[in-house]
Structure formats: C-alpha cells, structure tokens
DNA sequence: TAACTTGTAACCACTTGAATTACACGTTAA
DNA sequence: TTAACGTGTAATTCAAGTGGTTACAAGTTA
C-alpha cells in the first residue's frame, strides 16, 4: 500500500508553475515534465483549483499559482488531491463481535490512537511549504 | 487509500490474546471475534509469529504472546503485518523528465521530507503499545 | 472559422485487499 | 493406529483503486 502519486505529482505541478511561471504551463507541457499524460495533469490540477490553490480555465492555455508560495503547505496539496479520506488513513476492520470484550470495543479504543498518528503525519506535511520544496530543487540543481 | 485493515486486526488478536488468556484462542475463535475468517486469521498471526510477537505452531491449537504486553509497540505491529514496505508510505511518480529543472530534482528533493512525515507516523505508534490497548478496552467495557 | 486548450467521461490493465475454499501436514486422544 | 482437530498455505474470486489512454464537448483566441 502506497499513498497515491497524485500527491506527488501536486507538489510536482505546483513548483513547476512557479520555476516555469515565466512561460505558458499548458497540461500538455506539465505532463511532458512529470512525464505522464495531460488528461491526468488536467485531472490533478482541477482538484488544486477546487483547493484554491491554482488558477486555471476552459479553453485559456496555462494554469498559474492562486497563492503565495509559501502559504502552500504540503498538508494543502495532500488533502486537495485527495489520497486519503478524512481520518481513515488507517483501515478498521468492520462489525467486530459485539458478545466479545475485544470486539465490543476495539474501534473506539483504537480510534483515537490512529487519529494521533495520523495527526502526527499531517502535522509534519503541515510545516513544509511549496517555497521550501522549489528551495530545495534549486539548490540541488546547482550543486550538479 | 487506506492502510490495510491487517493492521487493526493484528491489534486486535494480540489484544484478544491477552484478554482471553484462560481460553485458547484457535484461528476459529480469534475469527469469530473479528468477525473474519479462520484462514485470513492465520495469515496474519503467522506474521506476527515471523515478527517474533505471538508463539503459535502447527497442529497445536491456540496462539500465545510471545512478548510481555508492555513490550509490543502498535509499531512492532504494523511492521509485523507488512502494510506499508519501507520508506513507501507515499508514491513517488517515476521518471520524471530529467531535462526539466523540476523532474530532474523533485524525487530527491521529496524522498527526504516523505520520511520526515512517514517517521513521525511511525514514532506516534512506537509510544503506544498494547498493554495500552488492552487497558483502554477494558476501561470502556466497565463504562458500558 | 480554425486551431488550440481545458474539463470530463469512458475504458483498460494492473495491483491490492479481503473472503473463501481446499488440502497437506502436525498433533492429540480414544 | 486411526479419527478428529488445528495450523500453514495455495488458489480463486470479487471489489476497489491507480494510472494510462482515447475521445470529445465546450471555451478561447487569432
């Protein structure tokens, strides 16, 4: 099990529009980066303009930032693309037996423990923005 | 997306385990509690018995625990039940165009802060274990 | 009007999860 | 020693999610 790579690719789109932001960024050109196909690019960054996190129209070339850049927290892309469903990033198993002790209160018991977890994740995606990302890529490129 | 399921069951066998102690706890019993099926319970204590946390062997019915409650960490489990291979709790996207200032650089740049996050995920399940677990259940129990 | 772009839907191949069935093999007790 | 029971494991099935691809309606611009 993996976290869908649609919130990679997010985080791709995004430092894209801001290292390209001189040029025209077309989902056909951002796939080329990715190296994937444009209906997907399209499809992620419909879900980054429904979390007002880019601007992008029918029929107009090119998708730009809607925010700052570092005011884009990782945490933002994460929930715009949608990977994980509100508090269920940990699967519990249905309908226990409710004539067992165990079963009778094993999901409220272990509920709150995977909400920290998951907290705890989303805490540390909460602390890193987009700005740093592009940092980042621009440093190492230097460095090669 | 969501963490497979083998995790909180795997909680809640080693939890059962514990409670039911007097009893012996066979792949049928242990199911019936889940509300699964024998065969899928067995998978999984046989990954816990590879992980070194549950003493269980053909022929002989039952599963014990192999370690003293206090000392099995939610963390041991989730390892134990394989949900997640390491260090793949997000996806990378493959490949990226290595021509472009971005996908030459957005993996690397990535990989580092993924861990930073998968790494929290893990140290909030390694400070709770299922000595915790099982108080936890038998509090609610008495409330009830 | 023609060319281009976005927004979507549809379809496919692939992987994974979970349920289920089946059976070999180990153990135990009559 | 044989019958009953339990574990280990493989195979199958079904459902869901991911990512790739094609197709096309609708918006925009030259």
Avoid: W
């Amino acid at each position: 099990m993996s976290i869908s790579t649609r919130f990679s690719v997010g985080i791709h789109i995004l430092s894209l529009l801001e290292i390209n932001k001189e040029g025209v960024n077309t989902s056909d050109f951002i796939a080329k980066s990715v190296n994937t196909n444009p209906a997907l690019i399209r499809k992620i960054t419909g879900m980054l303009k429904n979390a007002g996190l880019v601007n992008v129209r029918p029929g107009i070339a090119g998708a730009t930032l809607a925010k700052e850049l570092s005011d884009i927290t990782l945490l933002e892309v994460y929930q715009a693309v949608n990977v994980v469903s509100d508090k269920e990033l940990f699967g519990i198993h249905e309908n226990p037996n409710p004539a067992c002790t165990v079963g009778r209160n094993i999901q409220d018991t272990i509920e709150p423990i995977f909400s920290v977890a998951e907290l705890a994740l989303e805490k540390a995606l909460g602390v890193v923005t987009i700005e740093d990302v592009v940092r980042g890529i621009l440093e190492k490129d230097k460095t090669n």
